[in-house]
Nanobody, 121 residues
């Protein structure tokens, strides 16, 4: 599976962005998809995931602000980010693994290249 993330950019605090991750190469609907992020000097962290059936899971601190969704017809997963804060500034990565999601970085077989999100105060 090849993953291509896009949609990052510079936004003011309180604003919104929608990230996209387009997949190719395998049957997209068989894969769980996740979003992680990595801020400078920090470890990559799990944000949210959606499995093949549409079940979702979120990092507790993000509930209500971030929403993951997928369109299997377009082989794309989305991350809608609202009420952005300066501490959301990071490189955002999408990742894929077969069937069910995981919170662990090492469980994901495929990674996108990352897209930078910068939130100004």
């Amino acid at each position: 599976v090849q993953l291509q993330a896009s949609g990052g950019g510079l936004v003011q605090a309180g604003g919104s962005l929608r990230l996209s991750c387009a997949a190719s190469g395998r049957t997209f609907s068989n894969y769980a998809m996740a979003w992680f992020r990595q801020a400078p000097g920090q470890e990559r962290e799990f944000l949210t995931a959606i499995n093949w059936s549409g079940d979702t899971n979120y990092r507790d601190s993000l509930k209500g602000r971030f929403t993951i969704s997928r369109d299997n017809n377009k082989n794309t997963v989305y991350l809608q980010m609202n009420s952005l804060k300066p501490e959301d500034t990071a490189v955002y990565y999408c990742a894929a693994r077969p069937i069910n999601y995981s919170h662990r970085i090492g469980d994901y077989n495929y990674w996108g290249q990352g897209t930078q999100v910068t939130v100004s105060s």
